[in-house]
């Protein structure tokens, strides 16, 4: 039996006025490894997702590690059975999550950090607004008992849905999660700049969570979005039931695979009336040239992930 693959997600809010020059030396890190995924650096930080062997993810936090900068860096593992990455990129952002609004210091005025059990307190809790700071196709797979969806389509949404939906009273208690902890970690910081005085945020995001929380003890419902080929993660961190409609990158679920408007690689419920007969065919003409690729045991390297 092979050995699973691991999937470590990572991040880390830190001062990195020389990330450019970063770039090279860890994308070389990556492949000398034979890890794949995708990272992002900007100058406030790294961001990403990676998989590869044990001794590869190993290697490869090691040499992060190695800078001062990046000590103290965590990531959160899950298992696949194969590589759900088809190849190694390092990306050079503006910011490691987008947000669109300039001068955010998650390292000075990120919310307070809660963990599992303490979380569970806080969705009991009457007076606590629980917000999903995710985007709408993620919240859908699975999100909190009671948490609110802004129904957003982007993170840099979220600060207009936050001015327009929790009004000025700017002494609300408000908690906050998401996929790994980042987009909370900034948007608890932007908020607590903007005034907001009692704002929390669920450390380590729902992935830490399903790995601290027994399934007996959760207050966390369906599946969770995950940015690479697995799509979905269930409760125990494994593939989930999910898969990706490359028509329009949207997560389906088995019974939508089922409907009249599902055609493999083409189109889903979701996106059948928004392209054409001629977008159509040319997603028809991908989808064989993916199978032709795959017939030939080759990676074909055409479709891209939707981002965070």
Aim: glycine content about 8%; hydrophobic content about 40%.
């Amino acid at each position: 039996m092979s050995e699973p693959i691991i999937v470590a997600a990572l991040y880390k809010f830190v001062s990195l006025p020389d990330f450019h020059e970063l770039r090279e030396p860890l994308l070389a890190a990556c492949v000398r490894n034979d890890v794949k995924g995708t990272l992002l650096l900007a100058e406030e930080g790294i961001n990403g997702t990676i998989a590869g062997s044990r001794e590869g993810i190993d290697a490869v936090l090691a040499w992060l590690k190695s800078d001062a900068r990046l000590a103290d860096l965590r990531h959160k593992e899950s298992q696949d059975a194969q590589q759900p990455f088809l190849r190694m990129k390092v990306k050079l952002k503006k910011e490691i999550v987008t947000m669109g609004i300039t001068g955010v210091d998650p390292v000075a005025h990120a919310g307070h950090r809660v963990r599992g059990a303490e979380w569970n307190a806080l969705l009991a809790d009457p007076d606590v607004v629980v917000v999903d700071t995710r985007n709408d196709y993620e919240v859908a797979l699975g999100t909190f008992k009671g948490a609110i969806n802004p129904n957003t389509d982007s993170f840099r949404e979220f600060p207009e849905w936050v001015e327009q939906n929790l009004g000025a009273d700017k002494s609300k208690k408000v908690a906050m999660f998401c996929t790994g902890g980042i987009r909370c970690e900034k948007a608890s910081a932007w908020m607590r700049s903007a005034g907001y005085n009692e704002v929390y945020q669920l450390d380590g995001g729902i992935l830490d969570y399903l790995a601290q929380v027994p399934e007996p003890e959760t207050a966390w419902e369906g599946e969770c979005f995950v940015f690479d080929n697995r799509v979905s993660v269930d409760h125990d961190l494994q593939a989930g039931s999910y898969q990706l409609c490359h028509g329009c990158r949207r997560p389906i679920d088995p019974g939508a695979m089922k409907m009249p408007q599902y055609e493999a690689g083409v189109s889903c419920h979701q996106c059948f009336d928004e392209t054409s007969d001629e977008d159509k065919a040319r997603f028809r003409e991908r989808q064989k040239q993916i199978q032709l690729a795959k017939a030939r045991n080759e990676a074909h390297l055409g479709s891209a992930r939707p981002e965070s």
